[in-house]
């Protein structure tokens, strides 16, 4: 069967956008956060080096790529990884969309998200049959026992932190109720007022991994979108059983992007500079919106401002589309962003600069 999902919701953005792109200095478009700026030297020439790939390649993934990753867990993250719990994916929001499905996820399990949140989670619900549950706070559940419950921190949209005790009351809550928790940590690495926390750092879980994912992209903090590169670690039983439903299904990561990852996963200079691109635009363009009349929420981490006008999102949409800014609205997310809009920090230097002139003239 055929499952129904909602209309995709960024098809609404289209006049929003054919309205920026007659602005005489032409659109600055804020409002997806897609990278722009160069896969890194080192990234591409080993994608070169593994582009003679007769061969099938490891649904696993090499022991080298595993090796890379969890040295990163446990050099940046603080994470005492295990390379036999790693699994590369086909970009981790692949993995956002199926995970319910191949954790066996179905009709009448409850699949619990943020209220504000990615709406993949919501659509990988959906996809396994499963009741999606857009929640503000674990304990308004009552007595219901969720399947799946996720979290997202730092959190798109909003760029919200959960320090570590928060983190460690939500694995004990769903380890009381026999919930796998998922967390989406794509944007870890991008922590600007606060420090993001894996959920699988031992301060947290108490070292125990049972019953925990965690999720992790190269997509913005190595400019890697068009690889489709990500991986998943956590509990040693999940990822084994996730494993073997991925080798029937051909869910397989291809050799030379492997490569790729191994090579990111290994140098934090590229990384860094990276960040330091992001940290500038984040700078001029929180300073040019709070100019402007915004207020800036949360915002702490990621790669996106949450802003807002105390208006309708749509409102504010039209108003930045007249100046030739595209933003995402809030709403995307869920009704409780309502009143606020996603602004990207993923447009080149000269891109920002000009929405910045715009807004502060």
Not at 37 to 44: A, F, Q
Request: proline share 8%; glycine share 8%; with cysteine.
């Amino acid at each position: 069967m055929i499952r129904t999902l909602p209309d995709f919701p960024w098809d609404l953005l289209v006049p929003y956008k054919e309205q920026a792109r007659q602005h005489a200095g032409g659109i600055v478009d804020l409002s997806v956060g897609t990278p722009v700026d160069p896969t890194p030297r080192i990234v591409r020439q080993a994608l070169m080096d593994a582009a003679d790939a007769p061969g099938y390649p490891a649904t696993y993934g090499t022991p080298e790529l595993r090796d890379a990753v969890a040295g990163w867990l446990t050099r940046k993250l603080g994470v005492e990884a295990d390379p036999a719990a790693v699994l590369p994916v086909i970009g981790t929001k692949e993995a956002v969309a199926w995970l319910p499905t191949l954790l066996g996820a179905g009709p009448g399990d409850p699949v619990v998200f943020p209220e504000l949140a990615y709406p993949t989670y919501d659509v990988g619900a959906r996809l396994a049959g499963a009741t999606p549950r857009a929640v503000d706070g674990l304990f308004s559940l009552g007595p219901e026992t969720p399947k799946i419950v996720w979290i997202n921190s730092p959190s798109n949209p909003t760029g919200k932190v959960l320090p570590a005790d928060h983190l460690r009351k939500v694995v004990t809550w769903a380890r009381e109720r026999g919930a796998v928790v998922i967390s989406d940590e794509c944007y870890i690495e991008l922590g600007w007022e606060a420090e993001p926390v894996s959920v699988l750092r031992p301060d947290v879980c108490d070292g125990d991994h049972r019953g925990l994912i965690a999720l992790h992209s190269l997509s913005k903090r190595s400019n890697l979108a068009g690889y489709r590169a990500g991986f998943i670690t956590g509990d040693p039983v999940l990822i084994t059983a996730l494993l073997e439903v991925r080798k029937h299904a051909g869910m397989i990561v291809p050799a030379p992007v492997q490569a790729a990852m191994t090579a990111a996963y290994r140098d934090d200079a590229h990384v860094e500079e990276q960040r330091e691109r992001y940290a500038r635009r984040r700078a001029v363009l929180r300073t040019a919106l709070e100019a402007h009349g915004f207020r800036i929420d949360h915002s702490e981490a990621g790669l996106y401002l949450w802003a807002t006008r105390d208006e309708s999102c749509w409102d504010t949409v039209k108003a930045l589309a007249e100046l030739g800014i595209l933003v995402a609205p809030g709403d995307f997310y869920g009704t409780a962003g309502a009143r606020h809009v996603r602004v990207a920090l993923t447009a080149t230097d000269e891109r920002v600069d000009a929405a910045v002139a715009r807004l502060t003239t």
